[in-house]
């Protein structure tokens, strides 16, 4: 396989897993995807940026890259194939080290290109969500060890099978990192317009709305 296709493999994994993760985490919520919003009857606010859209690929294309150029840089450094089986250390060292590297590249990417972002400080945005990549990260030590488990339960074909192997690990890694990290459980986590789509009250735009009222009967 060739090395543009292994990474192109891997991103339709990560979004998949992405995008089912959040029926881990927001089970009864709605959920917003942008410009997707239209297909499933829903308001569409942000097209892209902001978005669970904006998420699932952005994070699953840095997670891609990351993800094979980190097996390429442990492979050279041990001088064999990257393997759980063989190298249990290292391929959980690589586990952390390419999620937190990919996601850690995502954040800043939107910290620096997100005009929703534009009278924040994006400097500060991004080392609070390196803060957060790096508590969210440190909960996916267990990735490599769910496709030993689906062998125990199903079998070794289910646990070297796409779903069993690839898709499962990684939907429950994205949810234990962006649950942990980002506190993105239920109601939490959720952004404006998503609030908004579950009849949920923002307290903190009431607070800046009530400031703002406050400021207009001064000027009065």
Known sequence: MSLAKAVG????TYMTADYLSNYLQHPTQK???GIFNGLIGREIDNKWWGTRTEHIVGVAACLAVTDHASTALFETVMKK??????SPAAFVGH???FIFTGVTAYCGLDAAFNPTHKNEDRMKIFHDETYNSYVGTNTAWFEPYVPVAVAKVAGTAAGG???GGSLLPATL???TVKGVGWTDWGNSGLNDHEMKLNGLRNKENEVTQLKDLVVDVVKL
């Open 81 to 86: 194939p990257l393997c759980f089986a063989k």
């Open 173 to 175: 890694a994205y949810a």
């Open 161 to 163: 099978s796409w779903l």
């Open 95 to 97: 586990t952390f080290f």
């Open 9 to 12: 493999t891997t991103f339709g």
């Open 31 to 33: 959920m917003d995807y």
